[in-house]
């Protein structure tokens, strides 16, 4: 949807491959306590938007993007959150 330069595209793949192999935690929307009914709305919110993307040819205007970007981010950000207890929650 973003269109990036080939050069930028191939870096986060690269980026990501490397990522495959540091631990991290993530956020599973029916699993996780935490913030459940915020997530469980985001990933709805998040369907929605593919939804729509999908149905414009992925070339949605300025404003779906945006909020693509943002759900994915708010996903990346709760998983990096620390959790309260011995990394699971």
């Known amino acids: 949807l973003l ?3 080939p050069w930028l595209s191939g870096a986060i793949v690269a980026l990501f491959t490397v990522l ?3 631990p991290m935690h993530f956020v599973h929307p029916l699993r996780v306590r935490r913030l459940r009914p915020f997530t ?3 990933l709805g919110l998040w369907s929605v938007l593919a939804l729509v993307a999908l149905l414009q040819g992925f070339a949605p205007n300025f404003w779906i993007n945006l909020a693509l970007c943002l759900t994915a981010g708010y996903f990346v950000a709760v ?3 620390p959790s309260r207890r011995n990394g699971t929650e």
């Open 3 to 5: 269109r990036p330069e």
């Open 20 to 22: 495959t192999f540091v």
């Open 40 to 42: 469980v709305a985001m």
């Open 79 to 81: 998983g990096l959150l």
